[in-house]
């Protein structure tokens, strides 16, 4: 099989395409032929060795955690999938391995995915629908009839935050640039503030801040917020409560519970997957690099076969 692989810590222009063999499913797991992939802002802290702490790694790795495709082969335990089923799964960060043309990973961390969802659509989804809802529900405990206020709106996590939001009834405020202003409202944004020209620091009253930028936005993000507010940040790791206000970070941890959840959204046409862009498996240093400019419309993916 194809695979994206580094040999060493540094950057995106330190991955390479080479050739390897698929190892055999164990009695728990499935073997899946990859055919599309989502890139994540992780992957790149991955790649540049900023999560060592976390998830320490000897290379080569192959990086990537979202990913679709089909079941090519079942463990003799597996019972909920089997050979020719479509799946869309993550694998865990410190494993790896999506951005190649095949993968192994136990089955139970897979879904089934519908006939009208594309491979591509169902990459798209693990961690930023995950992460969204965690950020959202379990650290920012939104409520309906809340304020909630969304940053980079029209990103991965931030555009399916929005629908996640609207859908629970909290009143949704979100931060874009002006080409996407209107994409934001399409999905659901009550207010959409243009964050060059507008201060999204004016706005009063806010239950809940989604933070996928942290510096100064994070600093500003904690003037809005009413008392008894809360921030879920996924940037800032050293994220600590002020007073009565609470800030907490957001450690995504697996995307299995919820993708459930997301297929039935999709298929009842109340959520909308933004695919910024695709490339192919050749050109994954492309696609790493098009998320490090922090500009994405939606995911950016990788397809494996074209």
Known sequence: MKTAVISAFGG???????????????????????????????????????????????????????????????????????????????????????????LVIAAADLCVIPPDMSCEQAAALPTAFGSARQALFDVGQLQSGERVLIHA?????????????????????????????????????????????????????????????????LDRSWRVLSEGGRIASLVEFNIQSRGGQAGKFVFFASATPCLPEAIRMFQAGQLQIVIDSIFPLAETRAALEKVATGHTRGKVLIRMIS
């Open 153 to 217: 709106a029209a990103g991965g996590v931030g555009s399916m935050a929005v629908q996640q939001a609207r859908r629970a009834g909290a009143y949704v405020l979100a931060t874009a640039s002006v080409r996407n202003l209107e994409l934001v409202k399409s999905l659901g944004a009550h207010e959409a503030i243009d964050y060059h020209t507008q201060d999204f620091s004016k706005a009063r009253d806010i239950d809940v801040v989604l933070d996928t930028i942290g510096g100064e936005t």
């Open 12 to 102: 995106p222009h330190l991955v390479t395409i080479s050739e390897a063999a698929l190892r055999k499913p164990q009695p728990h797991e499935a073997a899946v032929r990859v055919e599309a992939a989502s890139v994540n802002v992780l992957d790149l802290k991955i790649l540049a060795g900023h999560m060592q702490q976390v998830f320490p790694l000897e290379p080569p790795y192959v990086p990537g955690t979202d990913f679709s495709g089909v079941v090519e082969a079942v463990g003799a335990q597996v019972e909920h999938v089997k050979p020719g089923d479509r799946v869309v799964g993550r694998s865990a960060p410190g494993t790896g391995g999506a951005f190649a043309s095949g």
